[in-house]
């Protein structure tokens, strides 16, 4: 029995955010998901730079990673996930996590890096509200002794 996969169906329909941006790092994929995500349609981010969605603040360092990325062909972040900032349309911060692969030309360049994305944001806030009152508690259990 022969299988087929529509891999470009697959990537449509994946409940991950996927986002692909060139070696100049231009989008030039953007899934439902993604919109879903970030809040930009497939037609408002398509073209645009990667700064559509990375805070102004973490741009230089992206920008440098992204560099040596494409210059030596290797990242650390393709098992390792990467939990950083981002932005919503609405100008609102995310977190979100994220591992990259990266596509090669025939020659062996690095030609564009996939980046499969999950909106962490409810559970970061969710941690960080447990951190500071488990630091309340600690400090009034303190107070008490």
Known sequence: ME???????????????????????????????????FGFTEQEAIG??????IPERQRQRHWDGYQKTMDTGQ????HDLL???????EGRPLSIAFTVAMLYTPDHKVSAI??????E????????????????????QKQAV
Not at 75 to 78: E, I
């Open 48 to 53: 645009k730079s990667l700064d559509l969605i």
């Open 83 to 89: 939990r950083v900032p981002a932005l919503h349309k």
């Open 3 to 37: 299988t087929s996969i529509d891999f470009e169906q697959l990537l449509k329909a994946i409940g991950d955010g996927v986002v692909v941006a060139d070696a100049r790092g231009n989008i030039i994929f953007w899934n439902a998901a993604a919109e879903r995500i």
């Open 75 to 78: 990242t650390r972040y393709g």
């Open 114 to 119: 996939v980046a499969v994305v999950r909106d």
């Open 121 to 140: 944001t409810a559970r970061w806030t969710d941690e960080r509200d447990m951190r500071k009152r488990i630091a309340e508690l600690e400090a009034s």
